[in-house]
């Protein structure tokens, strides 16, 4: 899935940062089934407002959060989000 915002790959020495995507299902699992990483995050929720099991139990469960940012992302880059640019 991907949207209409145009994020660079920059690759600093050592370091490559990329735009978010499926493809980061398992280190976003890694992350987000952590009870320490969710333990300040608040509530998660998905565009429709549904809840989003947080600790992640299941790479399902932490994909929906990187949905929410690509879906996110797009509506705002195309105007049609609730935070989309000024204009």
């Known amino acids: 899935m991907s949207g209409p ?3 660079p790959t920059l690759t ?3 370091l490559v940062l990329e735009p ?3 493809a980061h299902s ?3 699992f890694a992350m987000w089934s952590q009870a320490e990483v969710c333990r ?3 509530p998660g929720f998905d565009l429709a407002r549904r809840p ?3 600790p992640a139990e299941t790479p ?3 994909d929906k959060i990187i949905i929410f940012f690509l879906k996110g992302a797009a509506e705002y880059a195309s105007g049609e989000g609730r935070l989309a640019p000024a204009g």
């Open 52 to 54: 989003i099991r947080l």
């Open 60 to 62: 399902e469960d932490s």
């Open 12 to 14: 600093p020495d050592r």
């Open 5 to 7: 915002l145009a994020v």
């Open 20 to 22: 978010l995507t499926l």
């Open 40 to 42: 300040y995050s608040g």
């Open 26 to 28: 398992a280190g976003m």
